[in-house]
């Protein structure tokens, strides 16, 4: 059983940047593949970035690529998203995810478990 629990997002300025983690209990977080999705007002939830367990391979959703970063601290159990130049569109709420394989994660049916999501919200 793993618990994930994502740290406070919050209010961010266009053009500002915010880093979001998230702490995994239990040992084996190594073993899992970790992903970010995202859910906006009136839209359904979409892939925002995974990594694998080895934190070797990253894939990022088109809209987000080079302004976020996905990583991933074994040790400490923790997987972050840093988000530079963020866009109003950015605005939503976003979730954690681990699964067993980082392409089942990407696609969303292999998530195993989700954290509870934090709010993110940026204005111009």
């Known amino acids: 059983q793993v618990q994930l629990v994502e740290s406070r997002g919050g209010l961010v300025e266009a053009g500002g940047s915010l880093r979001l983690s998230c702490v995994a209990s239990?040992?084996?977080?190594?073993?899992?593949?970790m992903g970010w999705f995202r859910q906006a007002p009136g839209k359904e939830r979409e892939f925002v970035a995974a990594i694998r367990w080895s934190g070797a391979n990253t894939i990022y959703a088109d809209s987000v690529k080079g302004r976020l970063t996905i990583s991933r601290d074994n040790a400490k159990n923790t997987v972050y998203l840093h988000m530079d130049s963020l866009k109003r569109e950015d605005t939503a709420v976003y979730y954690c995810a681990a699964g067993l394989r980082q392409t089942e994660v990407v696609a969303g049916n292999g998530v195993n478990y989700w954290g509870q999501g934090t709010q993110v919200t940026v204005y111009s």
């Open positions: 239990g040992r084996t977080f190594s073993y899992y593949a």
